[in-house]
């Protein structure tokens, strides 16, 4: 049977496409995941504004179950989000998937940020994004520059993730702090996700899912963000 040369097109990888379709997908990818970010920070902005990230910051500081309870639920939503969207052949459907992501993330965000801004320095949100921005840019060198193929962090990545999650639980329903170690590890932890991704969107991604590409990136930027702001809220309270 033979393809039309339109479906051909389709089924190859980013890496195996043409250098100049190639060039397109990482440009298209890399500024949606800035649209990502951008759009981030407002849907933030309006959440402080509206007193709805205070509303959830004073949920979740009523009970440890509470912020459980809401992680899970995010995290649920962004599960499926995000395997909608790596599945999604039709470009709205993945701007879909990758709106309703930054928003599930903009809400799970809320307290801490609110907390951040309510209880410690005034530099320490500026900080740990600019601290984010400047790991990812290097990672995103490294995983380009060097041309290793980072996949093989799948498997790793997967134990991690699962090892991470099964703390994470036990320190609400036990009431234990994970402390500043289990940040650092976990900023580790988001790093090589951010080298797996970026070798993952060239390897197993078509030139027409450039969407899913960003909101791949966005998820392990978020993380890697979600655990510098901890490290360096956490230094801010010594001081």
């Given at each position: ?66 912020w ?5 639920a ?41 907390m ?19 790991m ?13 193929d980072?996949?093989f ?19 609400y ?67």
């Amino acid at each position: 049977m033979i393809l039309p040369l339109s479906r051909i097109q389709i089924m190859l990888s980013v890496a195996q496409s043409r250098p100049s379709e190639r060039a397109i997908f990482i440009q298209k990818t890399y500024l949606h995941l800035a649209g990502a970010i951008g759009a981030f920070i407002v849907v933030e902005f309006l959440l402080f504004q509206l007193g709805i990230a205070e509303a959830m910051f004073q949920f979740v500081a009523g009970g440890r179950f509470s912020w459980l309870l809401i992680l899970g639920a995010f995290s649920l939503l962004g599960w499926m989000s995000r395997g909608l969207v790596a599945k999604a052949d039709q470009v709205g459907t993945q701007y879909a998937g990758l709106g309703v992501y930054v928003v599930a993330q903009a809400l799970i965000f809320a307290p801490m940020l609110y907390m951040a801004a309510a209880f410690s320095d005034a530099n320490v949100i500026p900080t740990a994004g600019i601290l984010t921005l400047t790991m990812f840019g290097g990672l995103t060198a490294i995983a380009f520059t060097t041309r290793t193929d980072f996949t093989f962090l799948g498997g790793i990545l997967k134990i991690g993730s699962f090892v991470a999650l099964g703390l994470i639980v036990c320190s609400y329903i036990f009431g234990f702090s994970l402390g500043l170690f289990f940040s650092v590890v976990m900023v580790v932890f988001a790093s090589a996700a951010i080298l797996y991704d970026t070798s993952k969107v060239m390897k197993h991604y078509s030139t027409r899912h450039y969407v899913a590409a960003s909101l791949e990136l966005f998820a392990s930027v978020a993380l890697l963000f979600w655990y510098i702001l901890r490290i360096v809220m956490s230094m801010s309270s010594r001081q």
